[in-house]
C-alpha cells in the first residue's frame, strides 16, 4: 500500500532525489491547509485514489507547515488544493482544485 506522508520531501533537492530513487513510481503530491473546505471534501476520493492505484504514492503537504515552507514557495503554492505529478525527478503537470475526473486521468497518463 502506498504512504501518505513522507518527512523527506521538504524542499525540491530532497523530492528529485526521492522521486529518481523509485523510478517507476508516481508521486502526487497534495498541497493542502487545515482549514481548507475543498480540501477536506476531496480527502475521500484521494483515499479512493490510493487504495486502486498502489503504484501511485500520494503525499500531503500542509502549506502552513513551517519545515515544508521551501517546497511550498518552489512550486508557488497560492491555492489549495494543489495536485503537482511527479516522476523519476522529473515534474509532470500540475492540478488546483476538486475536479475527479481530471486528477485520476492525470494519475493514469503518467503512472
Do not use: H, R
Amino acid at each position: 500500500m502506498s504512504s501518505s506522508t513522507n518527512s523527506s520531501i521538504d524542499t525540491m533537492d530532497n523530492l528529485e532525489l526521492y522521486s529518481k530513487s523509485k523510478p517507476d513510481t508516481l508521486i502526487v503530491i497534495d498541497f493542502k491547509a487545515t482549514w481548507c473546505g475543498p480540501c477536506k471534501a476531496i480527502k475521500p476520493f484521494i483515499e479512493y485514489l490510493k487504495e486502486n492505484y498502489p503504484k501511485v504514492e500520494f503525499q500531503e503537504i500542509d502549506i502552513e507547515d513551517s519545515d515544508k515552507e521551501t517546497i511550498v514557495t518552489n512550486f508557488d503554492i497560492a491555492k489549495v488544493p494543489t495536485f503537482i505529478y511527479y516522476k523519476n525527478g522529473s515534474y509532470c503537470n500540475t492540478i488546483i482544485g476538486t475536479n475527479k475526473e481530471k486528477i485520476e486521468e492525470y494519475v493514469n497518463e503518467y503512472l
